[in-house]
């Protein structure tokens, strides 16, 4: 069992940057693979990126790549979203998710992921 804990949201003006921190409770957060997902108002969830387990496979959607970085550090059971250059179209409640093993052809889909936090609110104003 996973519990996960998003903060580091807020309102911030574009070009800004912001870093989002994930918490995750549980002694096996290590072996889990973590990724960001972000809803905005009437859209459907979708993908930020992913970390694999021991970090050492990253993927990003290509809305973000470039700008935002993902990371994680397994003695202090958090994984982070460092976003920079921010722009309004990335509004959107941020959600972390964890999954036991990184599966390219289904990481992208958020019923392929276990365990969800309850988000953290990220406002780019122009």
């Known amino acids: 069992q996973v519990q996960l804990v998003e903060s580091g949201g807020g309102l911030v003006q574009a070009g800004a940057s912001l870093r989002l921190s994930c918490a995750a409770s549980?002694?096996?957060?290590?072996?889990?693979?973590m990724a960001w997902f972000r809803q905005a108002p009437g859209k459907e969830r979708e993908f930020v990126a992913a970390?694999?387990?021991?970090?050492?496979?990253?993927y990003y959607a290509d809305s973000v790549k470039g700008r935002f970085t993902i990371s994680r550090d397994n003695a202090k059971n958090t994984v982070y979203l460092q976003m920079n250059s921010l722009k309004p179209e990335d509004t959107a409640v941020y959600y972390c998710?964890?999954?036991?093993?990184?599966?390219?052809?289904?990481?992208?889909?958020?019923?392929?992921?276990?365990?969800w936090g309850q988000g953290t609110q990220v406002t780019v104003s122009i």
């Open positions: 998710a964890a999954r036991p093993r990184l599966q390219y052809d289904t990481m992208f889909y958020p019923q392929s992921y276990d365990y």
């Open positions: 549980g002694r096996t957060f290590s072996s889990y693979a």
């Open positions: 970390i694999s387990w021991t970090g050492g496979s990253l």
